[in-house]
């Protein structure tokens, strides 16, 4: 139902929703995700600050350091605040694994209530939303 809504999300703006690309100047896109979120039809989650590339050694939530990954979900997390005007409650990794440190930075991010498919076994005190499917094709 929300795939056609969406579908400039992915086709036309989906790096600006990762943290950096909400520090670039851009009036409409910003209305646009507003007007989205107050609508209270699309959860916006926080998927990192970096933008991966097929490049990268490893995912930004696969850094074998504590500091970075807190970075990342703090910067984020301020980002949305200042430019779209609420918290993101939600996280999921943009193309990127997670490991325990994951768990850790979570865990000092209290605004962040939800998590998307990290990790068995790992405990934040975050409500977990698990992977069952394992294939999935765009709706839209």
């Known amino acids: 139902r929300h795939g056609r809504e969406a579908a400039p999300l992915w086709t036309e ?7 950096h690309g909400l520090e670039r100047d851009n ?17 916006f989650w926080n998927h990192g600050y970096k933008s991966r590339s097929a490049k990268d050694p490893h995912g930004e939530f696969e850094a074998q350091n ?5 970075a990342s979900l703090q910067s984020t997390q301020h980002l949305a605040k200042e430019k779209l005007g609420f918290e993101l409650k939600a996280f999921g990794p943009h193309w990127s694994g ?5 768990v850790k930075a979570l865990k000092q991010v209290p605004e962040l209530e939800m998590v998307f498919f990290y990790t068995k076994g790992q405990e ?6 698990e992977r069952f499917l394992t294939h999935y094709e765009c709706i839209y």
Do not use: M, R
Request: glycine fraction near 16%.
């Open 13 to 19: 703006g989906a790096p600006e929703l990762i943290g």
């Open 27 to 43: 009036p409409g896109l910003v209305a646009w995700i507003k007007e989205l979120h107050e609508g209270g039809q699309i959860e």
């Open 66 to 70: 504590l500091e970075e990954q807190l």
């Open 98 to 102: 997670t490991n325990d440190y994951t």
């Open 124 to 129: 934040s005190g975050k409500f977990v939303f």
